[in-house]
C-alpha cells in the first residue's frame, strides 16, 4: 500500500513482486497443512486487499478482471498445486512418516475434516484458470486470450495502466458509476448521453477512440497517447 501511494517504483511489476515477497509468500506458508480448513477463505479475504493495489482498479471490479489483470494466479489453484507438489514428494520418500498415509490412508474420523490424502490434485494451473476464466460471467471477457499472459500495458505507467485496467472492467469515473455510488443525479455525458466507461471509449463523439475497446486493450502507441492525454484540459 505504502509503494502504491508513492510515485517511486509503482510499476505493475515492481507492485507485482512486491505483492508475491511479501504478502503471498507469508500467507500461503506451508498451505497443504491448512488448505482444507474452513478458514481459509480469511486468508483469501486479506490477500484480494492486494489485487486493486497492482492493477489499478477501484474495488467494484469483478475479482476474476482483478487476478488477470494482476497476473496471480487464483488461491485455490496455487495451494492445490503445493498440495500436489507435497503429495508427489511424500510417496517418492518411503522414509517419511506421512507417506504410509498416503499410500493407506487412515479411516475417517470427522466427516468435517477433509485431509490432504482424500482429494486428487491437479498441477495443471493454466488450463484449470483458462477452463474458470471462459465459464466465468464477466464483462469484455473475449479480450483475454488466455488469463495467465501478463495483459498489454503491464509495463505501462501507473495512471495509464490504472485507466485502462477500469476501462476494461467498465468501472471508472464516468457518469453512469458516479450516479450508483450517489455523488452525481444524473448520468449523463458532456455530449448528452449517458456516460458509462464503454461509451466514453466507443461512441462518446468527445472522447472515442478509433477502434473502439478492443485497440484500447491492445495498449499500442495510439492507445496510450489516448489513455495519456484522456481528461487532460
Given at each position: 500500500?505504502k509503494?502504491?501511494?508513492?510515485?517511486?517504483?509503482?510499476?505493475?511489476?515492481?507492485?507485482?513482486?512486491?505483492?508475491?515477497?511479501l504478502?503471498?509468500?507469508?500467507?500461503?506458508?506451508?498451505a497443504?497443512?491448512?488448505?482444507?480448513?474452513?478458514?481459509?477463505?480469511?486468508?483469501?479475504?486479506q490477500?484480494?486487499?492486494?489485487?486493486?493495489?497492482?492493477?489499478?482498479?477501484?474495488?467494484?471490479?469483478?475479482?476474476?478482471?482483478?487476478?488477470?489483470?494482476?497476473?496471480?494466479?487464483?488461491?485455490p489453484?496455487?495451494r492445490?498445486?503445493?498440495?500436489?507438489?507435497?503429495v508427489e514428494?511424500?510417496?517418492?520418500?518411503?522414509?517419511w512418516?506421512?507417506?504410509?498415509?498416503?499410500?493407506?490412508?487412515?479411516?475417517?474420523?470427522?466427516?468435517?475434516r477433509?485431509?490432504?490424502?482424500?482429494d486428487?490434485?491437479?498441477?495443471?494451473?493454466?488450463?484449470?484458470?483458462?477452463?474458470?476464466?471462459?465459464s466465468a460471467?464477466?464483462?469484455?471477457s473475449?479480450?483475454?486470450?488466455?488469463?495467465r499472459?501478463?495483459?498489454?500495458?503491464?509495463d505501462?505507467?501507473?495512471?495509464?495502466?490504472s485507466?485502462?485496467n477500469?476501462?476494461?472492467?467498465?468501472?471508472?469515473?464516468?457518469?453512469a458509476?458516479?450516479?450508483?455510488?450517489?455523488?452525481?443525479?444524473?448520468?449523463?455525458?458532456?455530449?448528452?448521453?449517458?456516460?458509462?466507461?464503454?461509451?466514453?471509449?466507443?461512441s462518446?463523439?468527445?472522447?472515442?477512440?478509433?477502434?473502439?475497446?478492443?485497440?484500447?486493450?491492445?495498449?499500442?502507441?495510439?492507445?496510450?497517447?489516448?489513455?495519456t492525454?484522456?481528461g487532460?484540459?
Open positions: 500500500m509503494l502504491a501511494g508513492s510515485s517511486w517504483g509503482t510499476n505493475a511489476g515492481t507492485l507485482w513482486s512486491s505483492t508475491l515477497a504478502c503471498y509468500s507469508a500467507a500461503e506458508y506451508y497443504p497443512v491448512w488448505s482444507h480448513s474452513a478458514h481459509t477463505g480469511l486468508v483469501d479475504v490477500l484480494n486487499v492486494t489485487l486493486p493495489l497492482i492493477s489499478g482498479t477501484l474495488r467494484p471490479a469483478p475479482l476474476p478482471w482483478l487476478l488477470v489483470l494482476a497476473n496471480i494466479e487464483p488461491r489453484l496455487r492445490n498445486a503445493a498440495s500436489a507438489k507435497l514428494k511424500a510417496v517418492a520418500h518411503d522414509s512418516p506421512i507417506h504410509s498415509d498416503i499410500i493407506y490412508p487412515p479411516p475417517q474420523r470427522l466427516s468435517s477433509n485431509q490432504l490424502w482424500q486428487s490434485y491437479s498441477t495443471d494451473i493454466t488450463s484449470q484458470w483458462k477452463k474458470d476464466w471462459n460471467s464477466v464483462v469484455d473475449h479480450l483475454v486470450a488466455g488469463p499472459i501478463r495483459q498489454p500495458g503491464f505501462l505507467p501507473r495512471r495509464q495502466w485507466l485502462l477500469r476501462f476494461r472492467t467498465v468501472q471508472g469515473h464516468c457518469g458509476c458516479w450516479k450508483r455510488w450517489r455523488q452525481v443525479d444524473s448520468d449523463l455525458c458532456a455530449c448528452g448521453e449517458p456516460q458509462t466507461m464503454s461509451y466514453i471509449v466507443d462518446c463523439p468527445l472522447t472515442k477512440l478509433a477502434g473502439v475497446l478492443c485497440k484500447l486493450h491492445s495498449a499500442d502507441d495510439n492507445a496510450v497517447a489516448w489513455l492525454n484522456y487532460s484540459p
